[in-house]
């Protein structure tokens, strides 16, 4: 016989309070999870779209007045007769702090050039780099392997006439077409992709870069950080972040995050207050039991213990199942708010239950505290009067 | 030792012309092992006595010590680990836990008292066996006669083994031939050496006891010897 064994005791006596009780935390406690497993699912869900996005850090060169655009975003100034980038500065990104954070690297030279009397632009690029930072490209053909191998937007290949295995003389070399892009409404489609070391000798531009991207996009990786750090490293590039694209969801999930803490909040308040009144129920009802508890001995911070025990035991059991609840809730809400992302990737985050269970006890224990009070103010005497 | 000396002890009630007084300057000594009865018409102020005695309910004026202890100069932690030492009550209506079983019930004075759950049992299984109840530890309050339980009630009273044993109408709710054992029981725990004081309307327990109080209106009316 402990005030443990006490306090069990009497959670087992009236199980509907303590029902009532557990009831007002768990609600409070499997929203907050709910709430916020989902704002970070949902999150999760746009940091997969953005690494299947690609590039999302552009490097280009300084300039005072020209415009260019890619991916029909404003990208600031680059031209194709302006100073370009050396290629070997660019091995200074890889010293950068976040340099783990860089999926891949991706030079480009741009330049003219003219196939079958049209005019087109020719892009010399790392195959294996933009592999990664064009995701979505689908090749009719191979990728070339070789410096001898181009490969043909889809625009080019239809104004060109130029089908896979064709060969063509471009200032001078004869390349051949190992691939042709399939339509992907994006610039690409007009431009020839060709090796980068066989576009900078065909465009006279050894060595020398128009731009490069960079795809650094995962769920923790500071692309503003990085940013600056590449910046720094390249202080004659403007380097830009992609962000365009995802800032205006990101602002709703910032949003929505702000009115989930708001609601959750609200929903633990009211949660604290159906603990508080029926721990005051509960003590009231108990007047008598406290006062032969004092008349044994039982001093104020005893009976505090008692009920506070009760308290903590109830909201320890709130805080496992509310977890719980939490993550159920979202498994079955997510699909409402994603396209499917996510859906599988709902686990359990030790950090997070932990936290969520001595958050559960702090309310449950936080709110019971003026009603033990009160139990350990009881006048012993008072208390036995009422028998 | 645990004698009881009351000084000019005075409770009241209320203020105003509203203020009643429930004990008026009454002044008594109890020695170690008296066995003491507390006589009076309802309303004369024996249960405002007894739980003054018991530590419960502070006088308006006048001093209550136990061995010279003034036990109202105390804190509230100092007399409520009198009350634990010192104080075994056994209340009229029994007052047993009904979601506790036997032994628990006996045991809740131990729970604050920092022995082996082991220890705890084999003194609520002790004390039971002394008030005639052994073998029942494991049935719950409402699963016994009114008669065992106001036993029950004297086996807490007596578990963690306290010199002074409060019993405010200990026989109240039972019938004469069980209220006759619950004194006898009263009467053998005093022959071991525990002082019993003992509220009671009845004059034939009363008897009981080796010295009668007669309260009238809060006042002692006087202290005889009942033999």
């Known amino acids: ?387 | 030792m645990n004698y009881i000396d009351a000084k000019n002890l005075v409770k009241q009630y209320g203020t105003g012309e509203a203020t009643v007084t429930a004990v008026n300057d009454i002044s008594l000594r109890i020695d170690p092992g008296e066995f003491v009865a507390i006589m009076g018409e309802s309303g004369s102020g024996k249960s405002t006595l007894l739980s003054m005695m018991g530590g419960l309910n502070s006088p308006t004026s006048g001093r209550f010590l136990v061995d010279g202890v003034d036990v109202y100069a105390l804190s509230s932690d100092e007399r409520a680990d009198f009350r634990k030492k010192s104080i075994g009550f056994v209340f009229q209506s029994f007052h047993l836990l009904p979601y506790l079983t036997l032994a628990e019930n006996v045991m809740l004075p131990l729970a604050i008292i920092d022995i082996s759950k082991k220890k705890k049992l084999a003194a609520a299984t002790d004390a039971l066996a002394r008030v005639g109840l052994p073998g029942k530890v494991n049935r719950l309050p409402n699963q016994i006669s009114g008669g065992e339980q106001e036993r029950v009630a004297i086996a807490r009273a007596i578990v963690n083994r306290p010199p002074i044993i409060l019993a405010d109408e200990p026989t109240g709710n039972l019938d004469r031939r069980t209220g006759a054992e619950v004194m006898k029981l009263l009467t053998t725990l005093n022959h071991e050496g525990i002082t019993v004081i003992i509220v009671t309307h009845s004059n034939e327990y009363a008897h009981c006891a080796r010295r009668l109080i007669r309260l009238l209106d809060g006042r002692l009316v006087n202290g005889e010897l009942a033999m």
């Open chain 1, 1 to 387: 016989m402990t005030l443990k064994t006490i306090a069990f005791s009497n959670l087992r006596r009236r199980k509907a309070r303590a029902i009532f009780v557990l009831a007002g935390l768990l609600i409070g406690v499997s929203t907050v999870v709910g709430l916020i497993s989902l704002v970070q699912e949902m999150k999760n869900d746009i940091n997969h779209k953005l690494e299947m996005y690609g590039a999302n850090i552009l490097i280009v060169p300084k300039t005072e007045n020209l415009s260019f655009t890619y991916g029909g975003m404003s990208l600031g100034g680059v031209s194709f007769d302006m100073k370009e980038i050396r290629q070997e500065e660019l091995e200074k990104i890889k010293t950068i702090k976040n340099a783990t954070n860089v999926a891949a690297l991706g030079p480009m030279v741009l330049g003219q050039v003219t196939i079958g009397g049209h005019r087109v632009l020719m892009a010399g690029v790392d195959f294996t780099a933009t592999q990664i930072l064009r995701p979505w490209w689908n090749v009719k053909g191979k990728i070339p392997v070789n410096g001898e191998s181009i490969i043909l937007g889809a625009e080019v290949s239809r104004v060109s006439g130029l089908k896979l295995g064709d060969k063509v003389k471009i200032k001078d070399k004869e390349l051949s077409v190992t691939g042709i892009l399939e339509t992907a409404g994006s610039q690409d489609d007009g431009l020839v992709f060709a090796p980068l070391s066989t576009a900078q000798i065909i465009l006279g531009q050894r060595n020398r870069i128009s731009m490069a991207e960079v795809a650094a996009l995962c769920s923790g990786c500071p692309i503003p950080e990085m940013v600056k750090q590449i910046s720094d490293v390249l202080p004659n590039a403007n380097v830009m972040a992609i962000q365009q694209v995802v800032k205006g969801r990101m602002e709703t999930i910032s949003h929505f995050q702000k009115f989930s803490y708001v609601v959750s909040a609200l929903v633990l308040f009211v949660g604290c207050l159906m603990v508080l009144v029926t721990m005051i129920g509960s003590v009231r009802e108990r007047t008598v039991e406290i006062g032969i508890f004092r008349a044994m001995g039982f001093r104020k911070s005893h009976v505090i213990r008692i009920i506070l025990l009760e308290a903590g035991i109830v909201a320890a059991v709130a805080g496992i199942a509310g977890y719980f609840a939490g993550l159920g809730a979202t498994r079955l809400l997510l699909p409402l708010f994603t396209e499917g992302h996510g859906l599988g990737a709902i686990s359990l985050d030790p950090v997070m239950a932990g936290a969520v269970f001595i958050a559960s006890i702090i309310l449950g224990i936080g709110a019971s505290l003026y009603p033990a009070l009160m139990a350990s103010r009881l006048d012993p005497n008072e208390a036995l009067r009422a028998l």
